[in-house]
């Protein structure tokens, strides 16, 4: 599968913006399961969850972004967006799409090479 994420940019604090993941080369025996967005806000930091959200609409968010930051989906389209609200200057990271993909009781995963989001103050 392929996943290619678009929307990063840099903003001022308190602006907006929405990221896009779309999810391609599926196959035939996989569908997906769930959709995640993680950030990292430095080469060597380690990747953190900001939100996930399940094909049945079940939602997930971490604690620095919940009440801010938005996930959604388009199943048809095999898609997920972020918006993202009133940024702050630490949500500065590269943005990363995760795709689930389930068959029974497999699963792989597979990552967007990501989108950098900059938020000045």
């Known amino acids: 599968a392929q996943l290619e994420e678009s929307g990063g940019g840099q903003v001022q604090a308190g602006e907006s913006l929405t990221l896009s993941c779309a999810v391609s080369?599926?196959?035939?025996?996989?569908?997906?399961?769930?959709m995640s967005w993680y950030r990292r806000d430095s080469p060597g930091s380690k990747r953190e969850l900001v939100a996930?959200?399940?094909?049945?609409?079940?939602?997930d968010y971490s604690g620095a972004v919940k009440g801010r930051f938005t996930i959604s989906q388009n199943n048809a389209k095999n898609a997920v967006y972020l918006q993202m609200d009133s940024l702050k200057p630490e949500d500065t990271a590269k943005y990363y799409c995760?795709?689930?993909?389930?068959?029974?009781?497999?699963?792989?995963?597979?990552w967007g090479r990501g989108t950098q989001v900059t938020v000045s103050s």
């Open positions: 996930s959200i399940t094909t049945s609409g079940i939602t």
């Open positions: 995760q795709a689930i993909l389930a068959a029974g009781t497999s699963r792989q995963t597979h």
């Open positions: 080369e599926i196959g035939t025996v996989f569908s997906v399961d769930t």
